[in-house]
């Protein structure tokens, strides 16, 4: 049997074979992403940090306080980095006020698509 994958571009579905998916992920591996460089280890630590606890967070949005208060970071550099993770899109989105409210691949606005993790916590997906 062929196996296939369908992708979304645009308003255009493709269909790719799993050797084509197998040969894109072979090369990806080791193939380091250009669009991370910018991020820091603290940078990847809130992020983390955000994926994780918006489920935990009882679907609140999560504060720049909260976030630095938990890492032990300076409130600052905590804004900052959410300001530069936004500004890259793809990883989080904040509230005019400054609260986190998605974080990929989760997210506290709702939508149709429902995530209850075995711990019992619940949170939409992104």
């Known amino acids: 049997m062929n196996e296939f994958l369908l992708v979304g571009r645009g308003r255009q579905i493709h269909k790719v074979s799993s050797e084509q998916l197998r040969q894109h992920l072979e090369h990806v591996q080791h193939?380091?992403?250009?669009?991370?460089?910018?991020m820091t280890l603290d940078h990847h630590q809130v992020r983390n940090f955000v994926v994780r606890e918006l489920p935990r967070n009882g679907g609140q949005?999560?504060?720049?306080?909260?976030?630095s208060m938990q890492l032990g970071l300076a409130l600052s550099e905590v804004r900052t980095i959410l300001d530069?993770?936004?500004q890259h899109l793809v990883f989080l989105v904040?509230?005019?006020?400054?609260?986190?409210?998605?974080a990929f691949p989760v997210t506290v606005e709702p939508t149709p698509h429902r995530l209850t993790f075995s711990t019992g916590e619940s949170v939409f997906a992104a």
Request: aromatic content about 8%; glycine content about 4%; charged content about 15%.
């Open 31 to 38: 193939t380091p992403s250009t669009r991370l460089s910018f």
């Open 61 to 67: 949005t999560l504060s720049a306080q909260t976030i």
């Open 84 to 86: 530069d993770l936004q």
């Open 94 to 102: 904040q509230k005019p006020a400054g609260k986190v409210c998605w």
